[in-house]
């Protein structure tokens, strides 16, 4: 009896023990080989983490962002309105938006005795929908070299070198008026003209008039036209230095016709963090063969957009 007692009691032990074996060995087969512990694969590794977002969440009412002295100078009003048309005058004209945050703009209209003069403002925040790779400044990036392309405008980079282009000065094979260069075919030589003065008719007298070389058809054209004013010069588009991030101008000159008037318009688009400003300013004159100044238009139109960077970053 004494026997059958001892081994009731002893078998529990060694069934206690073996589970502790198991116990033990299980937990040793969750390291990671290292000892370490068990390593979580969902959540180890180095993440990169997301491009943060852009500077602006919302965007200004365009109609109030584009006032003050800016907006009169552009918009000059007739003498014969009265004061509460021209404070609705200046008041704009929303565009039609279905998301305000995202798109939004505002446009002028002004009648006076020399023609007619058009403002549009416009407003564009970029959102980026995959920022682990791409934030919305570089997205808004993105979208200003889109725009810049469009206008067919260069790239800012490096300086062009000289002579890169075919028919500019220092390209091979060509001179500076695009002929064959030296060493290339000879071009045919000019058949000399007839002379005027009949045989046996007295010469002419000279000319006092310094020759200054055969004139082409064309020149003798030209010359017959208005020269343009030497104060009014043609400064074109062109990439715009600090203005916002990134700004380019783009100056267009409709075509020329027999009595109409060619309008000028100039649009400046600049980039502020994610959002991309576009400012079109268009001058459309009533006389016959006026054309709007390069310089005046161009600089009325980049203090209404330095005014709306100022605006962006109160």
């Known amino acids: 009896m004494e026997r059958k007692t001892v081994r009731r009691r002893v078998l529990p032990g060694i069934a206690m023990l073996t589970a502790l074996v198991a116990a033990v060995t299980g937990l040793s087969g969750c390291t990671d080989g290292n000892g370490s512990g068990t390593s979580d694969q969902k959540n180890g590794g180095n993440t990169a983490a997301p491009a943060q977002p852009g500077k602006y969440r919302s965007l200004p009412q365009p109609c109030k962002a584009a006032d003050g002295k800016p907006l009169k100078a552009m918009l000059p009003t007739s003498d014969s309105l009265t004061l509460e048309a021209r404070e609705r005058l200046y008041e704009g004209i929303a565009d039609a938006s279905y998301d305000g945050d995202r798109h939004v703009g505002c446009r002028w209209n002004s009648q006076v005795p020399e023609g ?115 104060n009014s010069p043609e400064l074109g588009s062109r990439v715009l230095e600090g203005l916002g991030n990134e700004a380019f101008l783009d100056d267009k000159l409709s075509a020329a016709g027999a009595t109409a008037a060619r309008a000028r318009t100039v649009r400046i688009v600049f980039r502020t963090s994610n959002v991309i400003v576009t400012v079109e300013y268009s001058v459309q004159p009533t006389g016959p063969g006026a054309v709007p100044p390069s310089t005046e238009t161009q600089d009325k139109a980049r203090l209404l957009a330095e005014a709306l960077v100022e605006r962006f970053n109160e």
């Open 116 to 230: 007619t003069l058009l403002l549009s403002v416009n407003f564009e925040r970029v959102v980026s929908y995959d920022r682990v790779t791409t934030s919305d400044d570089d997205k808004a990036h993105e979208v200003y070299v889109n725009r810049l392309t469009a206008a067919q405008l260069p790239f800012p980079g490096p300086a062009t070198t000289p002579g890169a282009s075919p028919g500019t000065p220092g390209t091979p094979g060509t001179n500076p008026s695009g002929s064959p260069a030296p060493g290339g075919p000879p071009a045919p030589s000019p058949p000399s003209a007839p002379s005027a003065t009949p045989p046996g008719a007295p010469a002419a007298a000279p000319s006092t008039t310094p020759s200054t070389g055969p004139v082409s058809p064309s020149a003798s054209a030209s010359s017959s036209a208005s020269p343009s004013p030497s």
